[in-house]
């Protein structure tokens, strides 16, 4: 990667973007650091494709219908109900 991969200008543009203002000695830095990142993800473009299958295996069980709660054992436990629902705090 040059050394130019980005340059001070676009950084103010980013900083401008996002709304941060940012002084001369934090543009350099900053435009050193986006050009390390960058370098960085060039060097995955070195990584080598390979082809295989995914060695995938659901370890779900599988779904099953089973009988459900009726509603008087839904409420049983429940702090408060009304009209076999539910009650909760108001909120406004």
Do not use: W
Request: a negative charge; aromatic letters at 4%; proline letters at 5%.
């Amino acid at each position: 990667m040059s050394d130019n991969a980005v340059d001070p200008s676009e950084v103010r543009h980013i900083a401008d973007l996002a709304r941060i203002d940012l002084d001369d000695d934090e543009v350099e830095r900053f435009t050193e650091q986006f050009g390390e990142i960058l370098a960085a993800f060039e060097a995955l473009d070195e990584v080598p494709e390979t082809e295989r299958e995914a060695d995938l295996a659901n370890v779900m069980r599988p779904d099953e219908v089973r009988e459900g709660l009726h509603q008087e054992e839904a409420l049983q436990n429940a702090p408060e109900t009304e009209a076999g629902q539910f009650k909760g705090p108001k909120v406004s």
